[in-house]
Each structure stands twice: as structure tokens, then as C-alpha cells.
């Protein structure tokens, strides 16, 4: 989605200039956005009475703008802390639960990410996985954003566990599960000895780096292997760390990431003359990924991909490489491929 198509752009963007404004006037502009009318009306009587705000009890009104803001934010596709993130990621992976059975497992998420790292893993573990890594070399952002992260996923499956339970996998012990993590230790914003009682193992290093993360039977990631350079030297370090017949599971996004950054409007700039680096990526598209999976001893079970029709704008267009892709491989911008180590 562009982020111009987003009508919740405006509303963050109002927050942003409401608590940077010193102009009284501006910042209620900016806040009424975000209020009731009724509470709006309220404080325009206010400012023309020229009245003054004196305690904190004259300021209920800010409270319901935060909590109108929480709520836009979790549902913003850009925010990392927010539900929107899983449940995204969540529907790309949804195909590997016909594959696979969690009970038991151990699984690693494999480049979990410097947001909320223990995510994944809380998910896999509640649903049935015996230990579930998550190994990710950069340190976590926020610490205090992280648990709360993981809090409120727990509290979200506390409160409908049948909406996340997957596969063959049981809602009443994905409670028992969700009940061992140290709640009133995420909620104070602390992540150490929230996961004691739990099989979430999150490391902070890079997965090459822990010879006792092995005997895996899933290794799963999400946005990583777009950045991978050494294709070849990482499946092969991964594939030594899995069991035989354990599986794999990769969300790759082929899309230009200064496309994401908003520096260029082309989804696909970097399969272009002169249409930059990709920002941090490898450019390797899905059929090239496959054949080094094949190459590396992977059996591949199952592909999903997310397709735009934008790309037929390159067709014509395009640098050598990139001259010969079908027409499937071309659209695609985002795909989950599925594979087993034979
Ligand atoms: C774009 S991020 C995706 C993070 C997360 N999976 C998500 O979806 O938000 C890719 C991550 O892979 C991590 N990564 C790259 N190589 C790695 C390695 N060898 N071991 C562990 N993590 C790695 C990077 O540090 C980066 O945080």
C-alpha cells in the first residue's frame, strides 16, 4: 500500500504536529482530530473563555486522544509494534501449517528483528513448539516496546485462543502456554525472566554463532533472505542446523526497499537501468532463489506469492538479467516458499 492511500497517515501526522506545536490554537486544531465532538465543543468553550487549564484533571480529553491514537497506530501497517505486524506476518506463513505440526517442535526464527524479537517464537511456542529460538544480531530498539508487544499478543489470544490456534494445534493448551509467561513482567517493561517458564529462546548474535541451536525441525524467517548476500554459504549453514525432513520456510520480499522508503514510486526500480541498488538488498528474484535452495539439498514443497500487475510497466524496460523472467516471476513482490531438507 502506498502510504499516501493510508487515511491514518493524516491522523499520525496530526498527532506528530500536535505535540510539537507550541501554538495553542494550531495544537487544538490538530487535536480535535482525535477527540469526541463533545469533547472538542468542551474545550472550544474553553479556549473562548480564555479559561485556564490548571491540573491534570482539566485534561481528561488528552487521555481519549491517546487512546484513539493507540488503537489508529496499531492498525497502521507502518507501526512495528502493533498487531497489523503479526497478523501480516502471520497470513504470509498461514500455508506452512499444512506442512508442518508444532507439537514438540524446536523451531528458530532466523533474523527475528530488533522490534519485538520474541514475537514469533511466542506464537509458535503457545501453539505447541518445545522450543522455539529467535536469534537476531541487533540489539532490541525498545525494550519496554518489545514486551508490551508480546503482552498484548498474549492477552489477544488469552481472549479468543480458538483465533490463534493453528493447524492441528489445541486452543486449551494454548492457554495453559499463554498463562506461563510472566504477564505483570511484560507489563512493567521488562523482558528479562518474562520467558523463564517458557521453551522462547531469543539470542541476540548472529545464528552461525550458536552451535546449540541445532536438531531443529523448522527454520522460518520473514524479510530476511532479500538481504542475504552469501545465498549459498547461509542455506548451507542453516541446512546443517536442521534435522533430516525438518523444513524450511522463507517470506522473502523481492520489492525495491527504496520503495518502501518512499525514495522511489517504482516497486521495481532496481530490475531497471539506472534504477538504483534496491536499498540493501541481493536483486535475486523467486526463480533464482528456488534454484540455490534445489542446489543447497532443499526439497521444495509449496510457493505462495503475492503478485502486482504494476510490473508490466518494466517489461520493456528491463536490465539484462532480468530480460528472460516469466511474466509470474516478474509480478511477484512477496513469496513464501516451503521446503524440506531431504
Ligand atoms: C528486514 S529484517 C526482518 C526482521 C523481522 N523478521 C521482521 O519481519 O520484522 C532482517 C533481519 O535479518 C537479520 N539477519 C541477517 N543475517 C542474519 C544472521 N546470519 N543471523 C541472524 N539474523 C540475521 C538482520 O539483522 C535483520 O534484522
Same mark, same amino acid.
Given at each position: 500500500m502506498n502510504i499516501e492511500d493510508d487515511p491514518s497517515v493524516e491522523v499520525i501526522r496530526a498527532a506528530i504536529e500536535l505535540v510539537t506545536s507550541f501554538e495553542k490554537h494550531k495544537v487544538f486544531d490538530r487535536l480535535r482530530l482525535l477527540m469526541s465532538e463533545e469533547a472538542a465543543t468542551k474545550v472550544r468553550e474553553q479556549f473562548a473563555s480564555e479559561q485556564r487549564w490548571l491540573t491534570p484533571f482539566d485534561w481528561p480529553f488528552l487521555h481519549e486522544a491517546s487512546q484513539k491514537l493507540n488503537s489508529i497506530l496499531s492498525d497502521n501497517w507502518l507501526y512495528p509494534y502493533g498487531p497489523r505486524k503479526y497478523r501480516d506476518q502471520l497470513n504470509y506463513i498461514k500455508s506452512l501449517w499444512n506442512f508442518v505440526a508444532l507439537d514438540g517442535m524446536r523451531a528458530l526464527d532466523f533474523g527475528?528483528? =530488533?522490534?519485538?524479537? =520474541?514475537l514469533m517464537s511466542t506464537f509458535l511456542y503457545i501453539n505447541g513448539a518445545t522450543t522455539s529460538f529467535s536469534v537476531e544480531p541487533l540489539p532490541i530498539a525498545d525494550e519496554a516496546d518489545a514486551a508490551r508487544m508480546v503482552l498484548h499478543f498474549l492477552l489477544l489470544a488469552l481472549q479468543d485462543p480458538k483465533a490463534w490456534t493453528v493447524g492441528r494445534s489445541d486452543p486449551s493448551r494454548l492457554v495453559e502456554r499463554a498463562a506461563q509467561f510472566d504477564l505483570s513482567n511484560l507489563s512493567s517493561g521488562r523482558l528479562a525472566g518474562s520467558f523463564d517458564r517458557t521453551g522462547v529462546d531469543y539470542r541476540n548474535g548472529l545464528a552461525e554463532q550458536y552451535d546449540n541451536i541445532s536438531d531443529l525441525d523448522l527454520i522460518y524467517s520473514i524479510a530476511v533472505f532479500e538481504h542475504i548476500m552469501k545465498l549459498d554459504e547461509v542455506f548451507s549453514m542453516l541446512i546443517g542446523k536442521l534435522k533430516p525432513g525438518g523444513h524450511m520456510c522463507h517470506v522473502i520480499d523481492f520489492s525495491d526497499h527504496n520503495f518502501h522508503a518512499g525514495l522511489t514510486p517504482l516497486r521495481w526500480a532496481y530490475m531497471t537501468p539506472g534504477g538504483g541498488d534496491g536499498n540493501g538488498i541481493n536483486r535475486v528474484r523467486l526463480s533464482r532463489m528456488v534454484e540455490i535452495m534445489r542446489r543447497s539439498g532443499l526439497e521444495i514443497l509449496h510457493i505462495d506469492r503475492w503478485k502486482s500487475e504494476s510490473s508490466k510497466q518494466i517489461r520493456g524496460n528491463l536490465l539484462p538479467e532480468y530480460e528472460n523472467l516469466s511474466d509470474e516471476d516478474l509480478e511477484t513482490y512477496t513469496a513464501t516458499i516451503i521446503a524440506r531438507k531431504m
Open positions: 527475528s528483528g =530488533h522490534t519485538a524479537p =520474541h
